[in-house]
């Protein structure tokens, strides 16, 4: 059972910790409530942007692939329109002299620096004519090799091939055109220099963002930055082959890369943008340090307000229950003042006794009656007047026991013994006087009830003494004690003039009284419900008008 202070005595050491253990509550609560739904939207929210930014990167990403991999295209196309422009000249001869290949070197120069040579082919393969720096290559039969035997066999009119090193053992691709001149099978190709297109892709439109590579159906590097790989060498990503434009996503090495991929139309080339590391956001940067400043200021004066709110509170509970201890002190006085009659034949009743025997001993004592007077004559005088005094006292310590303020004890308690303490102590001569019956009725085997006792006796006089004065006449009072169903049960039942529905509705609400003016305060039940509830319990009421009523008192007993 939760420790409560008596705040209208001392606020002791006790006390103070209760009142932090509540504001800590008080905080830990608040948090709960106004935290709770912050987090769960500023997660939410994470969610959502994360999902959106993952969103639009891959979107951002798909869209930079794709108009690189259209401009590289374009460029593809224009270099096979140079080259065709040549062969379809009317004035191309067969084969083209040398400083004529120059010229026509030259031309191509002046479109596109990435052209490296140009050779023209006969029907046999042989290069018979060539223009570049690799002269050797003149006359060299190219039969053999996978383009021209595709350009050869009418598959295509134009190819451009792979990477690869050839004669020259250098990396360079090829672009050639066929044509049938004069009945004559020929071919006139050029070579490209990789580095000069991949200097091209990267002077492109968000290039600065990614890295870009560009691979075979195989995987084979084509053009990539050294970054993350060479020419010729495997890639990681193998884009596949449908859709043609897409954004996927492949674990490497334990860490998972997204990637956006566009095949070409002119080249079996797939297109690879993914994002450089200079592109990666970290959580504190951009729009997520902006969330989180903001939401950081948020919470600290969310929790600013709830430590105040807390403190509030706490204050605000102080003043309740310095309140609520006033009055109950204030009740318990009341009930005490009701019961003066009663306590006065008391106290009249053992003082009248030492009035008596005193003045029996002072005529024992007179010389003029000449009685041979003993100590053993005046023992049985004094005996009583001390039983007398004692009796007294008895009463005055049990009016100082319900007046004086005490601290909050719990402590196991015979509930029989403290009932007896309240009927026998105060209101068996009241009882006597007003010709009322008390009829109890123990249950076998009740435990002990852990609580206040000053408190629940205070309860248990407050409803005897309404029911003392709810009976008129000749009456009986009925205490009963059970324990069922893990409860302690005291039913207080008495005979009196009961109470209407309206009345019953409104016995716990302070200073309201059924009885007359100045013979009560209307406090004693409203206490006696705080008290109650205060020690975990709770009073249940049955009436009946005209034929009295029954409170209820139920208690918790695991």
């Known amino acids: 059972m939760e420790y409560k202070p008596d705040l209208a005595g001392d606020f002791d050491q006790l006390g103070r910790k209760y009142y932090k253990d509540l504001q800590r509550r008080n905080i830990v609560r608040l948090v709960l409530t106004y935290f709770a739904p912050l987090v769960i939207l500023i997660i939410y929210f994470n969610i959502e942007y994360n999902a959106i930014l993952r969103e639009g990167k891959r979107l951002h990403l798909e869209s930079i692939a794709e108009n690189q991999s259209k401009t590289l295209d374009l460029f593809l196309s224009e270099r096979l329109v140079n080259l065709s422009n040549l062969v379809d000249n009317p004035k191309f001869t067969i084969p083209p002299p040398s400083d004529t290949m120059e010229i026509y070197l030259e031309h191509l120069k002046r479109n596109s620096d990435a052209f490296v040579d140009i050779g023209f082919f006969d029907p046999s393969g042989v290069q018979a004519a060539y223009a570049g720096p690799y002269p050797l290559l003149e006359k060299r039969n190219y039969g053999n090799e996978e383009w021209y035997k595709n350009l050869k066999s009418g598959q295509d009119r134009f190819i451009i091939t792979d990477i690869y090193l050839g004669f020259r053992q250098k990396p360079h691709f090829t672009i050639a055109v066929s044509r049938i001149i004069d009945g004559q099978f020929v071919i006139l190709r050029a070579t490209l220099e990789p580095d000069r297109i991949y200097e091209y892709i990267t002077s492109l439109e968000g290039a600065s963002e990614i890295y870009t590579s560009i691979v075979n159906p195989d995987g084979l590097y084509q053009l990539v930055t050294p970054h993350i790989g060479t020419l010729l060498e495997s890639s990681s990503i193998v884009p596949p082959q449908e859709p043609r434009l897409g954004t996927d996503k492949v674990k490497i090495k334990g860490r998972d890369f997204v990637y956006s991929y566009s095949w070409l139309s002119r080249a079996r080339w797939a297109l690879i943008a993914q994002w450089s590391e200079s592109r990666n956001e970290s959580f504190f940067s951009g729009f997520r340090l902006q969330m989180f400043l ?7 004066g969310i929790l600013i307000v709830i430590v105040f709110r807390a403190r509030k509170l706490v204050r605000m509970q102080i003043e309740s229950d310095q309140a609520k201890a006033q009055l109950e002190h204030a009740a318990r006085l009341a009930s005490i003042g009701e019961l003066a009659a009663g306590i006065a034949h008391e106290i009249n009743n053992p003082l009248a006794v030492i009035n008596e025997e005193a003045g029996l001993m002072k005529d024992l004592m007179d010389p003029q009656f000449k009685t041979d007077t003993t100590f053993d004559d005046l023992k049985p005088h004094i005996d009583s007047i001390h039983e007398s005094v004692f009796r007294c006292r008895d ?145 249940v009421v049955e009436s009946s008008l005209g034929k009295g009523s029954t409170f209820i008192l139920v208690f918790p007993k695991d």
């Open 395 to 539: 009463i005055t310590r049990k009016l100082l026991f319900f007046v004086r303020k005490t601290d909050v004890t719990f402590k196991p308690h015979d509930i029989h013994a403290m009932i007896d303490g309240v009927v026998d102590g105060f209101l068996g001569r009241e009882m006597a006087v007003s010709n009322i019956k008390i009829v109890k009725n123990y249950g076998a085997n009740i435990p002990e009830l852990t609580t206040d006792v000053h408190q629940l006796q205070q309860v248990i006089l407050n409803i005897m003494n309404n029911a003392v004065d709810a009976i008129s006449g000749p009456g009986q009072i009925k205490i009963g004690t059970t324990h069922e169903n893990h409860e302690i049960r005291i039913a207080i039942s008495d005979t009196g003039k009961g109470m209407n529905p309206d009345q019953m509705s409104r016995i716990f609400h302070p200073f309201y009284t059924t009885k007359g003016v100045g013979k009560g305060t209307g406090l004693g039940l409203s206490v006696s419900y705080g008290i109650v509830k205060n020690l975990g319990g709770k009073i």
């Open 294 to 300: 903001i939401s950081l200021i948020v919470m600290l």
